[in-house]
């Protein structure tokens, strides 16, 4: 059983925290980065995240476990058919990592390879289910498993996405299917939070809020251009503006919105880009 | 309809590299209504190719360029000019270009980029609607095909990518899926939602595709 799965049916408040696998194979600021997380429960390995090409997260997944970090796999069908899909899951499972993240994954166009063909083969209730048909000794064809794997496997859901109705419906297929823990998108309205988590508390599925910690007004106004499913209120984008240490300002942010998922929530999801140190002030919240 | 466009001289003159003699071939239909290879276009390219210091030995415009019988025939009619160029460059979607080379030996070079199975909105605006999968679902989309029309495809609601009903990929055009949503919910019906839609079953869309129909 992982720590994540443990700590989370223990009802123990869970954080954890991500980092990036390199672009190149020069591992010494990931690794670093992972060993220096204080306080963490398991750390989200990002899979070619915002469709840029890095590292295969497997791999730094798998080293992480043989130092002793426990990984969160982060795995999502933008790059991979069904076939890739599965050996990788058993690839993973035969490496010792048992949390996965399953995504649909950013579209490719956003990326730095905006030509590649985005694969799709799967979506990310597809890939729940198969995940579950490999537990049970049996790949998407039928065909049995020498050896099933073990995984505990979560999902990704955006509380604040409208409508809401319609982003809950896939977030019930996924709990219906599944889904052992949702990890949401950057959440920064305490007031959607808590709706999202009055719909979704009857599915019984842990939530761990995401935490994103806004450096500046410029990255806030980056994120809500670029990066699909994250908005940052325009009130926090001007608090940040108004100050004169916006950093300070977004620590802040993010330590009111962990204080506010204490109290809704399993647990938060830090996203902390580089500013790692920052984490034990945020979870003072 | 197939949707095609012209590609740039740039690419063309690459292609046209040591032909000084070119027989022209278009296409009565889509390339036609499309206007990327109906007669006007034709002659466009005849005095283009001509102020590149080449000759046109010849043209024609195929009733249906994908209609490889009749596109033989057509060829067979022009033998002489078509014998007497050093290539045919041809106003046709892929399946056009390629009705021609299967009727002829002769150099052949495709004129135009195919991009996909069309719907006309109005002249010069297409909206791409099936993207020929084999395996539909419209029935329980409301009519609105998110193997297409989602950016990804996906089969059991959207991405997490969805802000106020508009695609990540494209803040200017609707999610597919809110689209299916909003239709689904004015029907009264719950359609696709009511199930898991299952993993897509691609070995329906054979590569290369052969298809009889028994009658
Ligand atoms: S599901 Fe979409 S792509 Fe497939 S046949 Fe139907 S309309 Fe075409
Ligand atoms: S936002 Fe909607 S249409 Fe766009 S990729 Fe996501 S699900 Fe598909």
Redesign the pocket.
């Known amino acids: 059983m992982s720590h994540l799965s443990e700590q989370l049916a223990s009802g123990r408040f869970v954080v954890t925290a991500e980092v990036a696998p390199p672009k190149g194979i020069d591992l010494q600021e990931a690794l670093s980065c992972a060993e220096g997380f204080d306080g963490i429960t398991a750390v989200n390995v990002t899979d070619n995240q915002g469709a840029n090409m890095r590292m295969s997260p497997l791999a730094l997944a798998a080293l992480l476990v043989r130092r002793g970090i426990e990984p969160v796999l982060q795995l999502t069908c933008r790059d991979r058919n069904r076939m890739a899909l599965q050996s990788d899951l058993l690839g993973a499972a035969a490496l010792g990592v048992e949390n996965i993240l399953l995504l649909s994954g950013d ?1 490719a166009r956003f990326g730095d390879h905006p030509a590649a063909r985005p694969v799709f083969d799967l979506d990310s209730v597809q890939l729940l289910q198969v995940v579950r048909g490999l537990e049970e000794g049996h790949d998407m064809a039928g065909r049995p498993l020498r050896g099933a794997p073990h995984f505990f496997a979560g999902a990704a859901v955006s509380p604040e996405a409208e409508p809401f109705e319609l982003m809950f419906q896939k977030c019930s297929k996924k709990a219906a299917v599944g889904a052992r823990f949702f990890q949401t998108q950057a959440v920064f309205d305490p007031h959607r939070l808590e709706r999202f988590m009055e719909a979704a508390r009857p599915l019984g599925v842990p939530v761990l809020a995401g935490i994103l910690l806004l450096k500046s007004a410029r990255m806030a106004r980056f994120l809500n251009e670029k990066i699909p499913g994250v908005r940052v209120p325009a009130h926090l984008v001007e608090r940040l503006e108004a100050s004169s240490h916006p950093l300070e300002e977004g620590v802040a942010i993010a330590r009111d919105m962990t204080a506010c998922a204490r109290t809704l929530c399993a647990g938060v999801h830090l996203m902390t880009l580089g500013m790692e140190e920052r984490i034990p002030e945020i979870l003072q919240g | 309809m197939i949707i095609s466009s012209r590609k740039k001289n740039e690419e063309l003159l690459q292609a046209l590299e040591g032909k000084g003699k070119v027989f022209l071939v278009g296409c009565g239909a889509c390339a036609t209504a499309c206007r990327s290879g109906g007669e006007e276009e034709v002659f466009a390219m005849q005095e283009w190719l001509q102020s590149t210091g080449r000759d046109v030995t010849g043209w024609v415009v195929i009733d249906e360029a994908c209609h490889i019988m009749r596109a033989g025939r057509d060829l067979r009619q022009h033998r002489a000019q078509v014998e007497e160029a050093d290539a045919l460059l041809v106003l046709a979607c892929g399946a056009g270009v390629q009705s021609m080379s299967s009727s002829t030996d002769q150099r052949v070079i495709g004129a135009l980029d195919s991009l996909f199975l069309g719907n006309i909105r109005r002249f010069g605006q297409y909206e791409e609607k099936c993207s020929l999968c084999g395996d539909c679902i419209l029935n329980e989309t409301a009519g609105i095909c998110p193997v297409t ?4 495809g ?1 089969l059991n609601g ?2 997490g ?2 802000e106020e009903g508009r ?3 494209d803040r200017e055009i609707d ?4 689209l299916i949503f909003e239709r689904l919910k004015r029907q009264k019906r719950p359609g696709v939602f009511a199930r898991t839609v299952p993993a897509k079953n691609w070995g329906k869309v054979r590569k290369p595709g052969r298809h009889k129909i028994k009658s």
């Open positions: 579209h | 029309n989602c950016a990804k996906l959207p991405c990518g969805l695609c990540e990929v999610c597919a899926w809110h």
